[in-house]
């Protein structure tokens, strides 16, 4: 987790944050973006949806003072090649706060059966739901993705709401 954040410092990550086929504007839930894993495959990222509050399927309660967000991403992978990703690596939420949140692997039932870990054969698709625990008191104003862990050499960005 450490790498993507120190991926997001590094001049050498270029940011997306434009929508596929977007000729401006900045992306925001909803939106698919095209990016690069490490071994510069192409694949379609989309910010599906925000759960804010999201709720556990194992009856724990977060720390007192923060509540549960689910992150679900829609990945396509648009290469000839197999791709692979880990949520739990790769994403991170910016709070209004300015503090980066990382992944705190718990299960929630915003996330059904998907799974944080997606491998997809060449022209498939899948979903990546993850777990995050921050301040009730912040709201979340961007979501984060760093392919390969901050490895890549880009990462994608969409604005909440």
């Not at 396509?76 to 706060?97: E, F, M, P, R, V």
């Not at 718990?106 to 921050?134: D, M, P, R, Y």
Request: proline letters at 3%.
């Amino acid at each position: 987790m450490l790498v993507g954040l120190a991926a997001g410092c590094s001049s050498s990550a270029s940011l997306v944050n434009h929508a596929v086929g977007s000729s401006g504007g900045v992306a925001h839930v909803g939106d698919a973006l095209d990016l690069k894993n490490q071994a510069g495959r192409d694949f379609h990222i989309t910010l599906a949806k925000v759960a804010d509050p999201a709720q556990t399927v194992n009856q724990n309660a977060p720390a007192s003072g923060k509540r549960f967000i689910a992150a679900v991403f829609n990945v396509d992978n648009i290469s000839s090649q197999t791709l692979s990703t880990d949520g739990d690596l790769d994403a991170n939420i910016i709070g209004s706060d300015g503090n980066t949140y990382t992944p705190t692997h718990n299960a929630l039932s915003e996330c059904g059966s998907n799974t944080v870990k997606v491998q997809l054969a060449a022209g498939k698709s899948g979903t990546s739901c993850v777990s995050f625990e921050i301040k009730t008191s912040v709201q979340v104003s961007k979501v984060q993705f760093y392919p390969a862990a901050g490895s890549a050499s880009d990462y994608g960005e969409w604005l909440v709401p």
